[in-house]
């Protein structure tokens, strides 16, 4: 089946510092990829997404590239502001299901 | 426009008691999601609707959850009796089509169980 695996946080950076949350999945065919950020007290927001092999999805300073001959979707952010302090999941979604499958989160902590 | 709202955002009872948590998704979305976040564990699926029909249940754990959505707007999940293991936050997500399309989340419900 589908699965998600990403890094185990917490991670705690300090403010500028460059962000590489990992990210590998299993899935059959040719699944869609996610980054979904949950901020405190708030819903699970779509931070980017990628829905075929080598696209780079980026949003607010974030990109993930779609690397499917690792099966990968690693999150980086050139300069981390106390502002993404927040939980970071990594999911896909397969061609025939509308499920999402999700990894577990890594929790982000960026300091002044 | 208004997103994903669920209710009630926190929910505290005791083991053998019925809770029903309300979701109502982003206004014309026919799709509708329930997801469940167990302490330490991944968000997992549960169920999915698209408008009234349940699409997929295949995640839903065993028959003491039970969800609607009647009339297609806003879904109900139900835990009857609720145990300790069903602790957890409960998330609903919506969208405008099926498969591909971005799913938008609302800020879930905390339940425990005592």
């Known amino acids: 089946g589908n699965s998600v695996t990403q890094m185990e946080g917490p991670v705690t950076l300090s403010e500028e510092a460059f962000l590489t949350i990992n990210c590998t999945y299993t899935?059959?065919?040719?699944?869609?990829l996610f980054w979904y950020v949950q901020y405190p007290g708030e819903g699970l927001q779509l931070l980017l997404k990628?829905?075929?092999?080598?696209d780079k999805g980026s949003n607010k300073g974030f990109e993930a590239t779609y690397r499917k001959e690792t099966t990968s979707f690693h999150l980086e952010k050139g300069s981390v502001q106390v502002s993404d302090s927040a939980v970071y999941f990594c999911?896909?979604?397969?061609?025939?299901?509308?499920?999402?499958?999700f990894g577990k989160g890594t929790s982000l902590l960026v300091t002044p | 426009e208004a997103g994903v709202t669920q209710f009630p955002s926190h929910s505290v009872i005791e083991k053998g008691q019925t809770v029903t948590l309300r979701c109502d998704p982003i206004?014309?979305?026919?799709?509708l999601y329930w997801y469940r976040r167990v302490m330490g564990k991944e968000i997992k699926f549960l169920l999915h609707?698209?408008?009234?029909?349940?699409?997929?249940e295949s995640g839903m754990p065993n028959n003491r959850f039970l969800a609607e959505r009647t009339g297609g707007t806003y879904s109900t999940l139900k835990v009857q009796p609720a145990e300790l293991e069903d602790s957890g936050v409960y998330f609903c997500?919506?969208?405008?089509?099926?498969?591909?399309?971005?799913?938008?989340f609302g800020p879930g419900t905390r339940l425990l169980v005592l």
């Open positions: 990628a829905t075929k092999a080598d």
């Open positions: 999911a896909l979604s397969d061609r025939s299901g509308y499920a999402l499958n």
């Open positions: 206004s014309g979305h026919d799709n």
């Open positions: 899935a059959t065919g040719y699944p869609s």
């Open positions: 997500a919506s969208s405008q089509d099926k498969g591909r399309e971005t799913q938008y």
């Open positions: 609707f698209v408008k009234e029909s349940k699409q997929d």
